[in-house]
């Protein structure tokens, strides 16, 4: 109710909230008269000849009550995204015609990460991309540009492939590591494995080239690569491969796409020094700059996300070769214990990575007439927080592989059920289906958010 009432308050109200909402999101806010009730209170008579008037009044305004709360509670029970704020920043910069190449860079960095962190579907990712005419920006700003400068930052828009760090990888490893193709052959297995083997001969790339790092690949490999993979990669059961992407590139210098800064900004805030924030932030910064001396920091960024991924694909080898992931009824979970690893996911981008290669990967380990039930289950997981926070967890609620929409049901429900459980939560996270639990009060709010679930379901 809160954000409620500051997007209603006037200035008698006192201090309010001032936050950006996209033209296509302010339909979902409810109207003023659906959530307060604005009617004058009369005085109710006390003549007993208007006992019934009265009566039907106070049913009347029961009913309104109960109609303004149920208003909110459908508002509030689900947490979502909106435009991220860096490309809000470079909308208002091209308004006040103070844009540039790296003003839109970062705005695209932005949009990309949202999708890359699976904070948004691939729907809202593709129409956010034209919503804001990334491409058409990119063209305008570039012909404003010195194509004879060797410095000059250079945006391209392509069709790309969803293999992570490709570009800085090589293939073997880059496709073992793609949700898409992980998922649809089971790399965890050791069939998965061969299916690697067999989709790298299928397109055509010997094992050498494919486990060159790509900078040295062949350069008629590199160019046939992406459109053979794209025709075999359906025979495999890989779909959804291609996305609309943008790289950027200076002089003669690495070229990165917004998905790989995306991935490697998100490392280096993340794991880059532990607990030093600061520093973590600092490092983030100094490799987002546009500059050609300071993106080879980006590097270090992209090697911590290549150990990350890694990581993952243990993860799930081990979580579901042992059945760790437990159908709680209304939802799927799974709590994950100390180990060497699980460092990695004690953040809340990292923690949300694992979640959706983890529900993907769950949902093809199940005999075919039990995935469609699958699919419509959210996911809960719980990863120790190691150094950052010892002795506690951090949650993480990931929405059903079946929506269809970007709304993440776990934000209205952790409340209730921590409320229930009265467990020791912090809620830190500007996402409210993200928050830190003190390890021993863990399992009672996972029973509360049992309860929780079921009765509103």
């Known amino acids: 109710m809160g954000s409620l009432i500051s997007v209603f308050s006037n200035d008698s109200m006192g201090s309010r909230i001032f936050v950006h909402v996209a033209?296509?999101?302010?339909?979902?806010?409810?109207?003023?008269?659906?959530?307060?009730?604005?009617?004058s209170e009369e005085e109710e008579s006390e003549d007993e000849d208007n006992l019934m008037e009265r009566m039907a009044r106070r049913t009347e305004k029961s009913e309104r009550s109960d109609a303004r709360l149920a208003r909110v509670a459908e508002y509030e029970e689900y947490t979502f995204c909106g435009p991220s704020t860096a490309i809000t920043v470079f909308d208002l910069a091209q308004k006040l015609s103070k844009d540039s190449i790296a003003s839109l860079w970062w705005g695209i960095v932005g949009i990309t990460d949202q999708y890359v962190s699976n904070r948004v579907r691939s729907e809202q990712y593709k129409t956010n991309v034209y919503k804001y005419m990334l491409h058409q920006h990119t063209q305008r700003l570039q012909s404003k540009a010195d194509s004879n400068n060797r410095a000059q930052l250079l945006l391209e828009p392509l069709e790309?492939?969803?293999?992570?760090?490709?570009?800085?990888?090589?293939?073997?490893?880059?496709?073992?590591?793609?949700?898409?193709?992980?998922?649809?052959?089971?790399?965890?297995?050791?069939?998965?494995?061969?299916?690697?083997?067999?989709?790298?001969?299928?397109?055509?790339?010997?094992?050498?080239?494919?486990?060159e790092k790509y900078h040295y690949m062949e350069e008629r490999f590199k160019t046939d690569f992406p459109k053979q993979l794209e025709m075999k990669a359906p025979s495999f059961g890989i779909k959804n491969l291609k996305v609309t992407a943008f790289t950027a590139q200076r002089g003669f210098g690495y070229k990165y796409t917004a998905a790989d800064t995306a991935i490697a900004i998100n490392a280096l805030l993340e794991l880059t020094s532990g607990d030093d924030l600061v520093k973590n932030f600092e490092e983030a910064l100094e490799?987002?700059?546009?500059?050609?001396?300071?993106?080879?920091?980006?590097?270090?960024?992209?090697?911590?996300?290549?150990?990350?991924?890694?990581?993952?694909?243990n993860t799930i080898n081990s979580q579901i070769e042992t059945n760790n992931i437990i159908n709680a009824g209304p939802f799927l979970y799974m709590n994950m214990k100390e180990s060497p690893d699980?460092?990695?996911?004690?953040?809340?981008?990292?923690?949300?990575?694992?979640?959706?290669?983890?529900?993907?990967?769950?949902?093809?380990?199940?005999?075919?007439?039990?995935?469609?039930?699958?699919?419509?289950?959210?996911?809960?997981?719980?990863?120790?927080?190691?150094e950052n926070a010892p002795g506690k967890k951090l949650v993480c609620g990931c929405p059903p592989l079946g929506s269809t929409s970007n709304?993440?049901?776990?934000?209205?429900?952790?409340?209730?059920?921590?409320?229930?459980?009265?467990?020791?939560?912090?809620?830190?996270?500007?996402?409210?289906?993200?928050?830190?639990?003190?390890?021993?009060?863990?399992?009672?709010?996972?029973?509360?958010?049992?309860?929780?679930?079921?009765m509103n379901h």
């Open 23 to 39: 033209e296509d999101e302010i339909e979902n806010i409810p109207l003023h008269e659906d959530i307060f009730d604005t009617d």
């Open 287 to 313: 490799a987002l700059r546009t500059e050609q001396p300071t993106m080879c920091r980006m590097q270090d960024g992209i090697e911590l996300a290549k150990g990350q991924l890694r990581a993952i694909l």
């Open 342 to 386: 699980n460092h990695m996911f004690a953040h809340p981008v990292s923690i949300r990575l694992l979640s959706a290669y983890l529900l993907h990967s769950f949902c093809r380990s199940q005999p075919k007439q039990r995935r469609e039930k699958i699919r419509a289950l959210p996911l809960v997981l719980a990863a120790p927080r190691g």
């Open 407 to 454: 709304k993440n049901p776990f934000g209205k429900a952790f409340k209730e059920a921590g409320t229930r459980s009265q467990a020791r939560i912090d809620y830190q996270f500007m996402d409210d289906s993200l928050l830190q639990i003190e390890t021993d009060d863990f399992l009672k709010f996972m029973e509360a958010l049992v309860v929780e679930l079921s």
């Open 160 to 211: 790309d492939l969803q293999l992570p760090l490709y570009r800085h990888w090589n293939v073997s490893e880059a496709l073992t590591h793609s949700l898409p193709v992980a998922s649809a052959i089971k790399v965890w297995t050791g069939s998965g494995t061969r299916k690697i083997k067999e989709l790298v001969a299928q397109i055509g790339l010997p094992l050498t080239q494919a486990a």
